[in-house]
């Protein structure tokens, strides 16, 4: 388990990050989302011991950083942002050195390498010179490097970015395979990253956490509304008036209108469900329904509200 | 241990990677091979001391020149955060870069045993003063190194690790040249801390505890420093 306690950090003047506790339990994925500069890559710094905090703790376990920094570099894998690589040295003789610098046994560095070029895909470029792959093959061998001590833990910050769609995939595919039997958290600023490969995520912004919890979850404690869509053929002016004048609801958000086909939303609170009275309601008309779904708010109005929010309160 | 030494040897493959070790290397026999030819056939004398008087100047531009990548590039390019996030501590970073700058180092020393050979068959050379010579340069070196790889635990730019190493040995180097002009205590205090006084010691072939103490003093002295350089990366 790992327990983030208070954490803060600062830059000289700025608070890059500002008194941050969560708790990841032990095999689950977690997303670390937020925007650029939100203190995403200073808190995984802190955790992976590459520098101290200001102030606060990270507990691994029963070690903390301070006392602990060797037994808990040994537990963690970590992708640092950008992925940083030696780009004279060949795949296998990067492996190698870092299988050496993670203290793996002479006797099984080599079954070692061999399964992480196996998983990893990297067999046909470990004579490669690293500074000559491609962004994604650089990515897998950064990977690699992070597992090769066979970690409990997993830390990658923003392990997708600057790849391309196909890339993407195949990295993604990649951690979560590799993640099948860790504990598991990926830094990113896209939601789409989170929604792809996480059972949870924590939402920072301006070294702050803003939200913490199941993305389901999220979504719904976030806003109070329900929302239902509706394609509805009516030959009439006065649709959408007609709507409005319905009890209990909120709000009409007329999407388009051709000919007579409407296609609009409506939000009602989520104290009354009034789904079966707006049925109702349309067959006592003389109107055709095409369509009636419930509506979840996009997860990116969300996390853009979520993240701007904060910004408005300063 | 097999930290250091896995530190080492990836460093050590990376200046054989890259030109850098063999353009420094052949500047060396250049340079001393000039100095030795003149020496040779010019003063007809069977000594290495020409070659000795003038690697301590070499050593000003080639040490800094070899050391200055060692840490700088490590933080520039950002592979020193996969470094130390694996459990390797600052201390072993630091004397593993410093061991294979010191291998560098005693290959280019030791390719001027050719030299050597040269003179052993033309003439009859004193063999304990050029063995204290080489057992000298190789201190001196190793200073050097350790200043060298001090400075580049503060940039990560290693034009600027190089120039701070170069004025630090520099300093060091020129402390004792003007002794004529200052109170004769203090005289002796600067000749002390000078890197060439010793030098000079040990090259007339008396090797004197105090000297060995002084190199060895400065190499722990500055290669501390580089740990704590390191270890306050607060900002990377
Ligand atoms: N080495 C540094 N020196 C000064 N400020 C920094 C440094 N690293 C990051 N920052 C600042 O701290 C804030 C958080 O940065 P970072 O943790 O990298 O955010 P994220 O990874 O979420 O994009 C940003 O405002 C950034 O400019
Ligand atoms: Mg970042």
Sequence with gaps: MIEVKNLTKDYGQLRAVDNISFTIPQGEIVGFLGPNGAGKTTTLKIMTCFMPPNAGNVYIDDLNIYQNSIQIRKKIGYLPEGCPLYGEMNVIDFLKFVAELRDIEKASIHKRIKEMIQTCGLKDVVHQEIGELSKGFRQRVGLAGAMIHNPEILILDEPTSGLDPNQIAEIRALIKQLGREKTVLISTHILREVEATCDRVIIIDKGKIVADGPLAEIQNSFHNQNRVYFEIKADTHMLIDEFESLPNIDSIQLYSKENSLYKFYVNFSKDKDIRPDLYNFIKSKEWILFEMRAEQRSLEDIFRQLTEKVEDNE | ?236
Aim: glycine letters at 6%; a positive charge.
């Design chain 2, 1 to 236: 241990m097999s930290n250091i030494s896995a530190i080492s040897q990836k460093e050590i493959r990376t200046y054989f990677y890259s030109p850098v070790a063999y353009i420094l290397i052949s500047f060396f026999l250049l340079i001393t091979g000039w100095f030795f030819g003149t020496n040779l056939f010019l003063i007809n004398e069977a000594t290495m001391r020409n070659i000795f008087s003038i690697i301590p100047l070499i050593f000003i531009f080639f040490i800094p020149a070899i050391t200055m990548r060692t840490i700088a590039e490590e933080k520039r390019s950002g592979t020193i955060e996969l470094l130390c996030t694996t459990p390797v501590t600052e201390t072993q970073i630091v004397v593993g870069k410093f061991f294979a700058s010191l291998v560098l180092l005693v290959a280019a020393i030791l390719s001027t045993l050719v030299y050597v050979i040269i003179l052993a068959i033309l003439g009859s050379p004193d063999g304990g003063i050029i063995l204290a010579g080489y057992i000298g340069l190789i201190l001196m070196g190793a200073a050097y190194s350790a200043i060298g790889i001090f400075s580049s635990t503060i940039s990560q730019n290693q034009i600027v690790a190089f120039i701070i190493s170069f004025f630090i040995i520099i300093i060091l180097f020129l402390l004792d040249k003007f002794l004529y002009f200052i109170p004769i205590w203090l005289g002796s205090i600067l000749q002390y801390i000078s890197i060439d006084f010793h030098f000079q010691n040990i090259a007339r072939g008396v090797i004197d505890s105090r000297d060995i103490i002084y190199y060895l003093s400065i190499v722990f002295i500055f290669l501390f420093f580089a740990c704590k350089s390191l270890y306050k990366r607060k900002y990377l």
